[in-house]
């Protein structure tokens, strides 16, 4: 069974310009969060979507967002670049909502310059 | 507010060695807590859970002790191996939100 797959693995981007990240989920997985990693900040929560619904969303501006599509997959975009918004960026899937265990894709490292 | 706070950041820790790793939470509501192991250019990957009403748990090398009314709980992996050095997070979740809480990571250096 494929993992989940989260492309591109690298992106490099400028001030002010936006960007989206994918997240193909395991095959059946039908939830799917989104996370923001840093070094000292550990793994902040962005949102999660099930069944193409956002469930929880984390306290992060409005510049951030996402959507699912029917097939479980999701993006999420993030508009209007700052470059504190360098980080590794997580997609992580769950058979269904509520499940405890999350799978984790290898991440989309994000260098704003 | 961090809801889990993780220490230390950094461990360095001999072949052999015992490497410990602690969280504390604030919110008693917490049902489950996992801790995660990521490899450098990997994404997390869950390594062992406990719920509330047990107060330890063993696989293997790695144990968690879980103290409910100091709300504590730690991993401590025996014998480390060069191979176990990565970051670690704790984590706890809310079953009615759905929703997990990592702490901040530890990056564990096992020496040769």
């Known amino acids: 069974k494929a993992g989940v797959t989260q492309t591109p693995r690298y992106l490099i981007k400028t001030r002010g310009q936006q960007v989206t990240l994918s997240c193909s989920p395991i095959?059946?997985?039908?939830?799917v969060s989104w996370y923001q990693q840093t070094p000292g900040q550990g793994l902040q929560f962005l949102f999660e979507y099930f069944s193409e619904t956002q469930r929880n969303k984390g306290n992060f501006p409005g510049r951030f967002s996402g959507r699912q599509f029917s097939n479980s997959r999701s993006e999420m975009n993030v508009s209007t670049l700052e470059l504190g918004d360098s980080a590794l960026y997580l997609c992580?899937?769950?058979?269904?909502?509520?499940?405890?265990?999350?799978?984790f894709g290898s991440g989309t490292q994000l260098s704003v310059l | 507010q961090q809801q889990v706070k993780q220490s230390p950041q950094s461990l360095i820790v001999q072949k052999g060695g015992i490497s410990i790793i602690n969280c504390a939470y604030e919110?008693?509501?917490?049902?489950?807590f996992p801790w995660y192991q990521q490899f450098p250019g990997k994404g997390p990957a869950l390594l062992i859970a406990i719920r509330p009403d047990v107060s330890e748990k063993k696989e293997g090398r790695f144990t968690i002790s879980f103290n409910k009314s100091a709300k504590q709980f730690s991993l401590h992996i025996m014998d480390s191996q060069p191979g176990d050095s990565a970051t670690y997070f704790c984590a706890a979740f809310l079953y009615n939100f759905n929703k997990f809480y990592f702490g901040s990571g530890t990056k564990l250096n096992v020496k040769p």
């Open positions: 919110n008693t509501a917490f049902d489950y």
């Open positions: 095959s059946g997985h039908r939830s």
């Open positions: 992580a899937s769950s058979s269904l909502a509520g499940d405890d265990r999350l799978f």
